[in-house]
């Protein structure tokens, strides 16, 4: 009898012990794949965006006006982040964001561009994926509502990267995306501004007077680093006002005024675009990264300071790297730009001096 309980407690010991380890051991394996499944994430998902780089003065600016663009830049930068939150792509938060811009009129982009001296005006527009290096651009269209949408399509569904006018056109239509009549992009605002550089330019060189200079900016752009760690970098534009038909700024140029590596960076410029054609300007930033080392600050200072401001150019970049940390450097008085980190902070910006 005292043998049968001897055995009967040493069965139901051995019962719970069992039990408690397996417990824990599920426990601890539920952890070690919580924690594989972390590491995979990158917790420092950001968003830069900005509406243009220039000679921006507070004098100039109505309290209301910049009371208006602060709030669309806040509007903008909270769509974008909230898709990286949710888990959205890089690719989805820059085209959404730019897609906003590019349907109000403030920016120099879509609706609201600018117009060349024909009085015409012309989109350029380029998206870059950091993780596979595909690029797509479309260059002087007239008639695609969103260009940085059909930048994509060139990227996802074209051998091309790069496609411009009439045939950028029939593609976007094909691609399904939204075509309108090329009145739906002009505003008063800019028919004013092309009427006063006119003036203006039959007695100075319409490329060095201040006033000049503050109508002749307005791009948009946007990079982005996802929960997957995935950078991707779009610019849309109307190019330069008064510009001569038919010509190309740096925007729709990959690696002059955009470019994504998911090894370095992702970079969005505006500005003069001659000079960051002539610069190489977002992948040189990227370059001296991936070749020195340096930081994306630390580059970004080097490129828009010393060497575009160096030869004469000005305009800005944002950018931010594979780590989340970013860059909004400018040589110029001002430039519209916003930053929303992973934890949510946020940064809206114009003057150089905030
Ligand atoms: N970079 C653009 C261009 O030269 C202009 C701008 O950024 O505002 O077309």
Redo the contacts with the bound molecule.
Sequence with gaps: MYLISRVRYFLVVSFILILFFSFNRCKESNHNQKKLISNSQSENFGIVIHG???TMSRKEMTKEMDLIYRKKLEEVIRVGHSILKNGGSSQEAVEKSINLMEDSPLF?AGKGAVLNSNGQIEL?ASFMDGKTLNAGAIVGVKTIKNPISAAIKVMENSPHVMFFGNGAEKFALKEGLEIVDPNYFFTQKRIDELKKIKLKETKISSYINDEIKIM????VGCVALDKNGNLAAGTS?G??TN?KWNRI???PIIGA?NYANNKTCAIS??????F?IRNVVAHDISALMEYKGLKISEASKIVIHEKVAKLGGD?GVIGIDKNGNIAMEMNTNGMYRAHMNSKGDIIVKIYIDE
């Design positions: 243009g780089a220039g120099n350029d002749k900016y307005g791009t534009t190019g330069m510009k700024g740096d925007v005024g410029a505006t500005g003069w675009g001659e960051f305009g």
